[in-house]
């Protein structure tokens, strides 16, 4: 099975910026479709930023131009860079894997993420 790990989340400055990291254990392919979503108290989890290949990022309307998402396939990682950070950015972050053959869901355990000054 695959078992992914967030790490990197922590209390940030309105402005600021944080680096959120993904490692994915078990069987992995590039085509696997890995990203970020979020969950703020009071409201659903929303999809971040997802990705396959390289050339194929999607980004929530929220977080373009602030948010960049990276893969790195041989290491199973998956990162995201948040820049511009403002407090409704506060949210619980948690990775998500989409297998492309099966369509199984993974989920990690999340990160909290707080944009407070």
């Known amino acids: 099975q695959v078992h992914l790990v967030e790490s990197g989340g922590g209390l940030v400055q309105p402005g600021g910026s944080l680096r959120l990291s993904c490692a994915a254990s078990?069987?992995?392919?590039?085509?696997?479709?890995m990203g970020w979503y979020r969950q703020a108290p009071g409201r659903q989890r929303a999809m971040v930023a997802t990705?396959?290949?390289?050339?194929?990022?999607n980004y929530a309307d929220s977080v373009k131009g602030r948010f960049t998402i990276s893969r790195n396939n041989t290491e199973n990682m998956v990162y995201l860079q948040m820049s511009s950070l403002a407090p409704e950015d506060t949210a619980v972050y948690y990775c998500?894997?989409?297998?492309?053959?099966?369509?199984?869901?993974?989920w990690g355990q999340g990160t909290q993420v707080t944009v407070s000054s």
């Open positions: 998500y894997l989409r297998k492309a053959l099966t369509a199984v869901d993974y």
């Open positions: 990705t396959t290949i390289p050339a194929y990022t």
């Open positions: 078990g069987s992995i392919f590039s085509l696997d479709l």
